[in-house]
């Protein structure tokens, strides 16, 4: 009879084990009930749930305390709402490198493109030092401008939110214009100082010229001016005075380019393909590069203040504490206790 018993008490619990199924094996059983198709990848899925819930010895939680999750980075233990402000500010931080970054790109690209277009066509040429030093730069201050950091306290500015606004494109087009018209003055007052027999074709190799030199110097500042003018700072990022090794890039390529006008190390000039300047084209590509310069800085603060970013209409409690709206009335259980 004990015998029996045992048989049958053993008999019970292979078939619970029998009827015990895991989560996995439930899952592909509701899928095929639901006439859906399991795939190989599904059943070693479910295979996988279903060891991993053997394993976890029934009711233990598959994680445990202290281990390690997808959201570990997303994760902060403080008290405050203080990681909410960071976030916040990296992410403007973000956004404001990225819009400046296509400004400066684009910018770039079109006098990068008149000069390969219009001004290849008139025989205006670089030399290898001149196109490398210049790409070297200009990598070098891509990488530079990424490493801003965001400010400490949250302004109550908001940054533009995307490149399609018409701060954006009145700041680019109006750049361009104060670019391109100084590449095409300077452009005619060297090519009528250079001999009829020293310009080149379109067709011909390099070779140092007036017209040449000058048209670098002058594609030199721009790329200067650019990177310099479009920086935004203040009140999103540190200032470009507080990014040190941009600042440091910017400040002796300028006294580079100054030394190199002006011819202060003979023989410097040759290195990169350039030809002494005459004194008059000098001054006059000095003080109209700071005139490009300050109109530029001066037509990017404004258009800021002018086109400032679209504030969101206030919804929810922040419109009862700014007084747009009245609170909803209270309850009548609420409003007695509240004369009680």
Known sequence: GDKAVVAGGSGEVESKKKKAKGKGEEMLDKMRAAGRPITPQMEKMAKWMDQMEAEGAGDAPMLKPGDASMASPFTAKATSVMPCTDIIKQGRST??????????????????????????????????????LNGMLTAALFFFISQAKPMDQLSPVRPHPSIFSPYFFISLLGQFAVHLGLLIYMYNLALAETPEGD??????EFKPNLVNSVTYMVEALVQLSTFTVNYMGHPFNNSISENRVMFNVLKYMAIFLFVLLFDFIPGLGELFGMVPIPQHIRIQLVLLGCGAFGFNYALENNLRLLFPARVPPEKGYMSYVSGKEQPPPLSKPLAQKKRD
């Open 95 to 132: 956004l404001v490198t990225t819009v400046q970054m296509f400004k400066i790109l684009g910018l770039l690209c079109l006098s990068t493109a008149y000069s390969l277009s219009v001004m290849y066509l008139q025989g205006v040429k670089m030399s290898d030092a001149q196109a490398t």
């Open 199 to 204: 310009r080149l074709k379109a067709d011909s």
